[in-house]
């Protein structure tokens, strides 16, 4: 069995900045036993004030446009700029996406040999509601734990974004040029969450498609809404293999948090994160607890099908099991 | 008092096509009391089977944009076309928005004083999640009164386009040229979301930028992914002064109606979308039944500053507001 150490133990270690023992503790974040949980709470609770001074950036885009070598090149750049570096993976289909998401650890080997970086992938086959929550509570041992810079890792093939946006002060997507078949795979809607289009192996041969993918891309943004933050999202080219614009991207996340901190959205942002996180979490809890009642669930899929093809008023069903959910 | 009919008299009414009864049911789901909304599910119930041969069609775009008059004039041409339309507007914040929606009647005059069409505004301040679920319910019973096509009108600003967009087989949206500062209304993502875009008011001075305009969405567009359902969204002109594009629009809708229906999108959305208001509706209630508690009330209040400061784990509280919930 695990060993489970105690609270302060726990504590001490991630505040001495000790990997093992922060990969035990979010292991414990990890747990789908209860008392592990509550000891996590508990510990997350016990770091709060330690936590939050990191910068947080999403990345996402579909397999097979570089996440995991980006990543890796844009991770060896921050710590060459003296930053320490915690990347997450946050993906709850990754058994069906065949572990494209840092389950080849190979493909950060460097990154994840250095002393100054720790890396972590989700635990596979999570519901998403709770995988959040968990990526949450380990992005915050990872700043209690002297990280400067979070990178949060996930496909752009799901409603993964959404819940990564939610927690991240800057969103990266990563695209190809070549802009037609490519794109096939990205969801609606994640394009207009970015801060930064990224037009990833911009080099060789691919320099030249990949500067006209920028333009067209430059052009499709200018028609996009800036948002509250009064931030017009960029499109930036990169490359893992020679390096070539990933100092340039850092600049521009450097600059974007100078700005949101001076007009205060990167405050509020978080202010309203942290609620976001606890609805959430009532949420997904409530759910949790409706869908675990074995009467409820045989009711469900029953009367699923006459649902389905229109039989059943959705809204009559779902009165009546909440009703006979809480009149048990 | 107002006066409750039977359930066989509204059914009744409903099915002749009587359009005060049908009213009268619509305030009926849209009651907050117990009763009524318990005898409103019956009804829907009891109608089921005779629902959902309409087409369904979302429209929207920021206040000023002329769904209104839009509405009016691309009701008259279906009229023309020997449909019976219903007019549905879904906004949970009407009241801030100064009756933007519907409120002002006399701007759909002509169609509202036509027997063959129906409109209803929404009963405004009330929550989203209650509101998509009656606004549901409400489409149902104009089906089984023999409406042909149901219009669901909601302002582009808000988290309400989500929740028409699940209950709609197409979605418009209307933009105005000049496509600078008209835009930064428009929410994120709802330009994705949309079976066709339409520059309104392709008028006299108009015009000539409405087509420059239609030319810059369609390059923009052109690099959005298509979706499952293999559409790509087009970009319309139209106005409702001179019913330019109008038939053009209609025609667009039953193109898609016809390939969606070949390629088996149409019924797998509409079965996707049934359970998805029957999701909706159970994490709603769910929701209405904790925040009822008035210990749960008094908690999160208490607690929300410290959450959104960064000084509480929102995992933790909401795990102890849940257990406090359900212990009680």
Chains 1, 2 share one sequence.
């Not at 993976?89 to 040999?113: H, V």
């Not at 078949?181 to 990949?210: P, S, V």
Request: glycine content about 8%; some cysteine; aromatic content about 6%.
């Amino acid at each position: 069995m695990r060993k489970r150490l105690s609270l302060q133990a726990y504590a001490d270690g991630i505040r001495s900045g000790n990997r093992v023992i922060l990969s035990q503790a979010i292991t414990l974040v990890e747990s789908t036993l209860e008392s592990d949980q509550d000891l996590a709470s508990e510990l997350v609770q016990s770091l709060i004030t330690e936590t939050g001074k990191s910068i947080r950036i999403g990345i996402t885009g579909v397999p097979g446009v570089g996440k995991s070598t980006f990543i890796e090149a844009f991770g060896k750049l921050l710590l060459d700029n003296g930053k320490k570096v915690a990347v997450l993976a946050i993906d709850p289909s990754s058994q069906l996406n065949r572990g494209s998401i840092l389950g080849d650890k190979t493909r950060m080997e460097e990154l994840s040999a250095d002393k100054r970086a720790f890396i972590r992938p989700t635990p596979s086959g999570t519901a998403l509601g709770g995988v959040s929550g968990k990526t949450r509570e380990a992005m915050l041992l990872c700043e209690a734990a002297g990280f400067d810079v979070i990178l949060v890792e996930t496909v752009g093939v799901g409603q993964s974004e959404t819940a990564v946006k939610n927690m991240v002060d800057f969103f990266l997507l990563l695209m190809l040029a070549g802009a037609g078949d490519e794109l096939q795979g990205i969801k609606k809607g994640i394009m207009e969450m970015a801060d930064a289009l990224i037009i990833n192996k911009a080099d060789g041969t691919n320099l030249a498609m990949a500067k006209k993918a920028k333009i067209a891309y430059e052009s499709a943004l200018h028609l996009f809404p800036l948002a509250e933050k009064n931030w017009s999202p960029s499109v930036k080219l990169a490359s893992s293999t020679t390096g070539f614009g990933l100092e340039e991207i850092w600049e521009l996340v450097s600059s974007y948090e100078r700005q949101m901190r001076q007009n205060g959205f990167w405050e509020s942002n978080r202010a309203n994160q942290r609620l976001n996180w606890l609805e959430d979490q009532i949420q997904f809890l409530l759910g949790q607890a409706f869908l675990k009642d074995p009467v409820i669930q045989k009711m469900l899929t029953d009367r699923k099908p006459k649902v389905q093809n229109g039989e059943l008023n959705p809204s009559k069903l779902a009165k009546s099991l909440i009703q006979f959910f809480f009149q048990k």
